[in-house]
C-alpha cells in the first residue's frame, strides 16, 4: 500500500508544479465590498445569486452586499440558508433559484461554508448532466462555471482561492471535497471589517484551520518552492496576529493579517494538498457536524506529536519562521517549541484538547473513510494505517471514553 502510494504521489509531484495555476484577482481594504455591484455588472452579470447564511443575515451583511448590487442595477435573487458543513440538497435547492432566476453569475459571502455551496452550484451549472456524488475527486469539471465571486467573512478556509469546495452529503455522512481548477473564484473581495465581528471562537477555530493549511501543505512531499514560501508566511502572520484578532476583534491590522493568511495557507493547500488532519477532522464534520476549524485546532498538535521526529526538521523551520526559537536551540528543541506553541496558542483561546460527542461504535467506519479520503491521494509526511489512525481518534475523544 505505501508503495502504491508513494508511486501515484510521485506522479502529481510531476504534474503538480506545471499545472495552469491561478488565482483570483483580488480587492482589498477596509470598505471594498461596496465595490462588488459596479464590479459583477463589470464582468457582464445582470442577474446574481447571493449565496449566505443565517448568521450573515442577522448581521445585516446579505442586505448590506444585496443593495450594492442593486445600486449598479444587478438583480439578485438570494439562498441564505447554508448550514455549516453544506449538504448535497442545500446546494441543490440553491441551484433551483439560480435556474428560476435566470442568474448569470454567482455571489459567495460567508465563511467557508457559503463559499463552497456557491462553487458546488457553480459545478453544477458547468456540469449539468452530472449529480454532486459523480463530481467527487478531482478534475471533473470540464467546462467554465459562470463567474463567481467570493467575499469571505471568516479568515480561515482559503477558499476564496483553492480548487476544492467541500460537500457533505446528508444521507451517508460523508463530507468529501470537488476539486478543479475551474472551481477558483474569478475575484475575491478581502473586506477586514466585514471580519471585526467575527466572535472570539469563530475567529480562534477559523484562524486554526489556515494553519493547519500552511503546516500540512508544508509537511507534504507536494511542497515545491512557491508552497513553501506561502506556508511559512501565512505560518508567521498567524503567529503574529490570530491571539490579537481573537482578544481585540477590532484590531484591523491583525484582521487584516488572518485574512492574507487564511488566502496564502490556502493557496498552499490547493497546490500541495492537507494531510492527516483534514482526513480526520472532515469525517468529524460529516458525521456529527463538528465544525471544520475546531476539529483542525484539536487535532493538528495531535497529528504532530504522532509523527514524531520525521517530521522534526520541517517544524523546526516554522519554529524559526515564527520567531520561536533562539540560535542555541536543537532542530528538536525548535520543533518542540513549535508543537508548543500552538498548543499555548489553542489554551489561549479556550480551544479544548479533546473534542466530545464521537462514538465509539462509528470509529471502524470514520477510520475507513479518513483511510480512503488520505491514502493515496495525500503526499502526507508519514503513510499511516487504520489502526494508528484508529489511536488518533482514541487521542482525540474525551478521556473517558478512551
Ligand atoms: N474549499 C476549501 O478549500 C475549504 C478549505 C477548508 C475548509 N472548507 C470548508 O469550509 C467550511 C467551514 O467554513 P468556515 O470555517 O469559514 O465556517 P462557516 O462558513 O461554516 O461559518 C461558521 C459560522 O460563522 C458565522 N460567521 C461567518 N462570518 C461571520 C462574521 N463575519 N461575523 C460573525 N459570524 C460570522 C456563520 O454565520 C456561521 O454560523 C467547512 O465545510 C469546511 O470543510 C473548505
Ligand atoms: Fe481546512
Redesign the pocket.
Known sequence: MKAYARLYQAVFRLILPRMPWRQPELIKGEGSVASIGTTVKAYGVDRALLVS????VR?G?VDQVREHLEKANVRVVVYDKTQ???TIDQIEEALLLYREGSCQGIVAL???????LA?AVGARIAMPNKTIPQLKGILKIKHNLPPLFAIP??A????EV?V???VTDSKTKE?YAISDLHLIPILAIHDPS??V???PH?TA??GM?ALT?AVEAYLNHTSMPVTNQESEEAVQLIFRSLLKAYENGNDIRAREDMQKAAFLA?AAF?KAYVGYVHGLA?QL?GFYGI???LANAVILPIVLDYYGDKVEKKLARLADVASLSTPTMSQKEKADAFKSAIKEMNRKMNIPQTLEGIKEEDLEILVKRALEEVNPAYPVPVILNGKQLLELYHHVMKASSQ
Open positions: 447564511d443565517p448568521g450573515l448581521l451583511f455549516a458543513n453544506p460567508g465563511g467557508g461554508s457559503p463559499m463552497d462553487k467573512t471568516t480561515g478556509t482559503g477558499s483553492t476544492a469546495a467541500v463530507k466585514l471580519t465581528g467575527l466572535p469563530i477555530t477559523t484551520d493549511h490556502g490547493t472532515h464534520g465544525p471544520h476549524g
